[in-house]
């Protein structure tokens, strides 16, 4: 009996190690403590660096990637070509994995855990600053169950290139010079960086705002492409737009925000114009990392066009793909800046389409998310129809049926109810959009559009308390209530122009003529209604009958405007 305690027992202890990560015991040979053989097929996963050369304290990117079945274990170690001693240290970020002391060298080793489901592990590693060494490679073993496991998978060989000590002469970092451990790359501006749509389709993907804009022409264009390398996995990357404080582009494997791998070219806290790295996490401010391998940097800011061209050998990294050649959604914001760091984007720009990089094809369309479209209807809709209908509705038809009574708890009912199917969807509205945006996006529209909804409450809890029909003070209500009215459609009126203006790609800005169009027939119709009300004939019934005719024509006139008008908007918002 003692003898099968002792068994389970150490296969209880072997288990438990392997779930937790907690395999110092393999650090010498990397091998799991299955008692099984390791498989011998070539192995579903790829060890991945960030660099092919290095010195001593550089900082090397490392991811291990599942090619698509996940894997659940994993240790992994830097060695020299041949060697068998771990060398360097490593940092890592997140819970899914954990740093080991191997041959008494504290964080030499990475390990996982827990046994959850993994497609990818990034880790950075650090350089021993005085060693003699020539070629290192990553290697690591990779855990699928308990009786799959895959050891000794390594990286490309990563030369060493020196020693990083810099000559006592040494002012200034040449344009060509690749960047590694910095998370900033500042160089000397050009005057102006030439970027154009030339080889769009041919040569490299590009993607570009308003549709078919060329940056070589145009002064307003926001413009991206992409070029590979059919020799490397090196990608040149080009950007530009007016800004005051940065552009930035993104590639993502949804059409969210969060989870991005990001290139920001923007002002530093001295004006200059510097490149920088980040991932984004959630709905916060990006976090600036390495440039890793970045090269042949280039950038210049003219009229408040800034421009940014540079050659980046890092893989994408987003949480299902680290690599160069999948599909991505491409990215583009611009926003401004204070102290070097950069603000909320005052807008953004998303293709409709994934795109594969590697792979030059036609010009992709830019798209606003689905949230950012339906809090632009609804908006629309709130102010521009229901909203309107409501007015009309209390200022020209309450006295329609000459005083009956019955007529006045129907226009007041519709009054109320259109009134507060307004204010749902204002709120509703501008939920959408924060949680879209994650915070203050900054720019005039979102200022305008907390005073629409602040004024909407106002008008609502005054409505609420409003006095009797008789009262000495009623006159204060109607006026304050009519004022306010007027207010809150002056104030959304503008700001609708200021959210088709971000959102309108087209050239000849269509969206804001139609926009225009409607303000001025809403307009026209106001001022019929009103002469109407004050010339209407009353004195008898055939005359208040005539005259309830006359509104309603106008009423239904207005309505039908207004149908045409709101579909050819909804339709221009759907196809933004």
Known sequence: MDRYILIIASVLRVVRCYSSGEVTEACEDMAPQHFVTAQQSPAPFSVTADRSSFKEGDEITVWLLADSTPFIGFMLQARAVNGSSPLGVFTVTGGEAQLLTCNGQPTSAVSHTSASAKLSIQGTWRAPTSYGFNSIQFSASFVIDFSTFWVGVTSYPVTFSGTAATPANSTSIPITSTTSASSTAVFPSQSSLSISSAGCGSSKVCFRQPLNCDPGVSPDCYFLSAMTSIRDTAIHLEMTGPSDGYIAIGFSDDQMMGDDDIFICGRDSNGIIQLQHAYSTGRRRPDIVPLGNVSDVKSSMKDDIISCSFTTRNPISIPRSVRSSSPYYLMFAHGPTSNGEIGHHTSTFLSDTKMDISRPQGITNATQPLIIKAHGALMLIAWMTTGSLGMITARYLKDVANGEECWHDVWFLVHVFLMTLTVAATIIAIILSFSQVGGWSGGAHPVLGWVVMILAFFQLIVAMFRCG????????????????????????????????????????????????????????????????????????????????????????????????????LLVGIAMS
Do not use: Q
Request: charged share 15%; hydrophobic share 55%; aromatic share 12%.
């Open 469 to 568: 029909p008789h009262h000495r003070w009623r006159f204060l209500f109607n006026w304050s209530h009519a004022l306010n009215a007027v207010a809150i459609k002056v104030v959304a009126v503008v700001a609708i122009f200021t959210g088709l203006s971000l959102i309108d790609s087209s050239e000849d800005k269509w969206l804001l003529k139609v926009m225009g169009g409607f303000v001025g027939w809403e307009a026209t119709l106001y001022i019929l209604l009103d002469v109407h009300m004050r010339c209407k004939c009353s004195d008898n019934e055939e005359g208040a009958s005539e005259s309830a005719c006359k509104a309603l024509l106008l009423l239904v006139l207005f309505f039908l405007g207004n149908m045409a008008f709101l579909v050819a």
